[in-house]
């Protein structure tokens, strides 16, 4: 099953130094696409999440058509970095098998902490860029 696979490559990012999350990407047709593991601490990388990776390989190597038929199937939700990514890249659905929920519960007093965030400010100017750009 993908899900037990997506775990086995938590357990091989985590057995190689990295925080434990694997995800794979699964075709339309059922054939395994393409495999990552975590490797933000062996990389240096913050960034170096799979799902994140994954939807990098998506964007550039398959067509909308046949990125909109996947399935990412991976160890814990993705992240809102991750969610980001998937979304532009067109990816047709993911499964995870931990929540973002559950997992916090694992990690010794919870998640990352939030950072402040004030806007929006600057509404015109901002605009003036970013007008017309999306049609």
Known sequence: ?????AIELAAEARASGNPP????LVGPDGAVLVE???SSVTDDDIT??????LARWAARSLTPEVAAGTTMFTSCQPCGMCVGAI???GLGRVV???ST?????LKPGGGFAPVPQE????LEEASVPVAGYYR
């Not at 170096?48 to 990776?53: Q, V």
Request: charged letters at 30%; hydrophobic letters at 35%; proline letters at 6%.
């Open 101 to 105: 929920e559950q997992l916090n519960e």
């Open 119 to 122: 806007g929006p400010g600057l």
């Open 87 to 89: 979304e532009r890249s």
């Open 21 to 24: 999350f694997g995800s794979l």
């Open 96 to 98: 995870f098998a931990l």
């Open 36 to 38: 990552e593991r975590n």
């Open 48 to 53: 170096a999440h799979p799902e994140l990776k």
């Open 1 to 5: 099953m993908s899900l037990r696979r």
